[in-house]
């Protein structure tokens, strides 16, 4: 139907330095202060994430969405960490978060990027191609729940081998 929400064209965009401060408000109100004790941000918060791998949705000039990849090591391996993931509530479900997925994975192997890891949620991720790493094959420097721990290859088999302890500091 013609002027209905989803008829509304959504643009995605490689982050800009003006919407850092956008983003990091959309992901306070969606992961409130609590985000700060989350295993995932104690790396975000010693590496910056990669502009040019990290993505914004807007329709028209409002920002409706968020995701961000920042670069981490597990042993000697290079990865990339997906999240935060955020889409405002009122736009969720209209496929952003999925088109925000693509986009990141894409440009990431396009890039030459092997391996993508994320800790959320399975029944979501699935749909994008992650898959729950064995527990104990790669360790976070905090608690996380095993099951909420996914990788996606970029490569086939890039993931054969790499284990060990998820760090945040390779510099590209
Ligand atoms: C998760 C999130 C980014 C999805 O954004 P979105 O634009 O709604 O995503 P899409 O439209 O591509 O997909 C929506 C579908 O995923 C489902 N979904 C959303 N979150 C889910 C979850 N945690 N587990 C399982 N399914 C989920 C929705 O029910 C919806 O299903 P439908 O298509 O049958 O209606 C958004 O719900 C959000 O910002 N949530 C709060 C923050 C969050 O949990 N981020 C991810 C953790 S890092």
Partial sequence: MPGTMSEVAVTILPEAPADAEAVDRLNERTFGPGRYAR???????????????????R???????????TPITIGPAKALLLGPLTVEPPFRSRGIGRTLIARALADAKAEGHRLVL???????????????????????????????????????????????????????
Avoid: C, N
């Fill in 39 to 57: 295993t995932a941000y104690r790396i975000r918060e010693r590496r910056a994430h990669l502009p040019s791998l990290s993505f914004i949705a």
């Fill in 59 to 69: 329709i028209g000039t409002l920002l409706v969405g968020s995701v961000r990849l």
């Fill in 118 to 172: 994320l800790v959320g949620d399975a029944p979501f991720y699935q749909r994008a191609g992650f898959t729950p790493i064995p527990k104990g094959q790669v360790t976070m420097p905090g608690p996380v729940d095993p099951a909420r721990l996914l990788v996606h290859e970029l490569v086939p088999g890039a993931f054969d081998g790499v284990a060990g302890m998820i760090k945040p500091d390779w510099e590209i």
